[in-house]
């Protein structure tokens, strides 16, 4: 129901829309952190969505919604990045339909949680055909979008109670091949030394072994020209 009053342009009770109001705060942010050399960019908001007008909503909604706010980031002075994500829906697979902001500077951050939409009560399902399809797919959309993919999420369940973690570490391993091949970068879900069940981590910070091993892997930090291709072969080390 929040969501839904968000997206609809319910008014608060002063009269101010409740868009209009994240908007601000979102110029007051803007405004703090455009000359900061930490701050590389700037994720309007998780996952968004508003499962009543799914079907219309990034047309709609969405993207009107992230032209605004591209609007008053740039209206702010802030060079930063823009990053957009797509509809939650988009974790199960499903087809996002990009449409271009009108700036140059944007990063797509889809969440590829291939065969398990991040779900807690998923296992990665091993099939490596699917994790493919999941990133030409993802590719597709970032040039649609005009803009450039990194992955703004991925990983799976990791707690010892799910047995899931060697399924995980498969996925993870399957989804770096994909990244490599794509030569893009990547947040793995996720590091909560407070205890959760994606986290790689427990609450003594005694790591997932297995999911770490197949995250961790070496990179070139510079490249003499333009890099075509990457692969990293966990089992014999070839880089």
């Given at each position: 129901?929040?969501?839904?009053?968000?997206?609809?342009?319910?008014?608060g009770?002063?009269?101010?829309?409740?868009?209009?109001?994240?908007?601000?705060?979102?110029?007051?942010?803007?405004?703090?952190?455009?000359?900061?050399?930490?701050?590389?960019?700037?994720?309007?908001?998780?996952?968004?969505?508003?499962?009543?007008?799914?079907?219309?909503?990034?047309?709609?909604?969405?993207?009107?919604?992230y032209?605004?706010?591209?609007?008053?980031?740039?209206?702010?002075?802030?060079?930063?990045?823009?990053?957009?994500?797509?509809?939650?829906?988009?974790?199960?697979?499903?087809?996002?339909?990009?449409?271009?902001?009108?700036?140059?500077?944007?990063?797509?951050?889809?969440?590829?949680?291939?065969?398990?939409?991040?779900?807690?009560?998923?296992?990665?399902?091993?099939?490596?055909?699917?994790?493919?399809?999941?990133?030409?797919?993802?590719?597709?959309?970032?040039?649609a979008?005009?803009?450039?993919?990194?992955?703004?999420e991925?990983?799976?369940?990791?707690?010892?109670?799910?047995?899931?973690?060697?399924?995980?570490?498969?996925?993870?391993?399957?989804?770096?091949?994909?990244?490599?091949?794509?030569?893009?970068?990547?947040?793995?879900?996720?590091?909560?030394?407070?205890?959760?069940?994606?986290?790689?981590?427990?609450?003594?910070r005694k790591?997932?072994?297995?999911?770490?091993?197949?995250?961790?892997?070496?990179?070139?930090?510079?490249?003499?020209?333009?890099?075509?291709?990457?692969?990293?072969?966990?089992?014999?080390?070839?880089?």
């Amino acid at each position: 129901k929040a969501q839904t009053d968000f997206w609809a342009g319910v008014k608060g009770p002063d009269g101010v829309s409740l868009i209009d109001h994240y908007l601000k705060v979102w110029k007051r942010i803007a405004e703090r952190y455009r000359d900061s050399k930490t701050v590389i960019g700037f994720d309007f908001m998780n996952e968004p969505m508003d499962l009543p007008n799914a079907t219309t909503f990034e047309h709609e909604s969405l993207y009107p919604f992230y032209r605004r706010a591209k609007d008053v980031i740039r209206g702010a002075g802030a060079p930063q990045l823009i990053v957009l994500e797509p509809p939650v829906i988009r974790n199960l697979g499903l087809a996002a339909k990009p449409e271009p902001i009108g700036d140059p500077n944007t990063l797509y951050a889809p969440h590829l949680y291939t065969t398990t939409g991040g779900l807690p009560t998923s296992a990665y399902s091993g099939d490596r055909s699917a994790v493919r399809k999941d990133y030409e797919r993802a590719q597709d959309e970032a040039v649609a979008f005009e803009s450039v993919l990194w992955v703004g999420e991925f990983g799976g369940v990791t707690s010892e109670a799910s047995g899931f973690i060697p399924k995980t570490a498969l996925g993870v391993r399957h989804a770096m091949v994909e990244q490599n091949a794509y030569r893009v970068g990547s947040a793995l879900w996720a590091f909560f030394p407070g205890g959760d069940v994606f986290s790689v981590v427990d609450r003594d910070r005694k790591e997932c072994k297995p999911v770490l091993d197949a995250f961790i892997s070496p990179y070139p930090r510079m490249v003499a020209g333009h890099l075509d291709s990457l692969s990293w072969d966990q089992d014999s080390g070839a880089f």
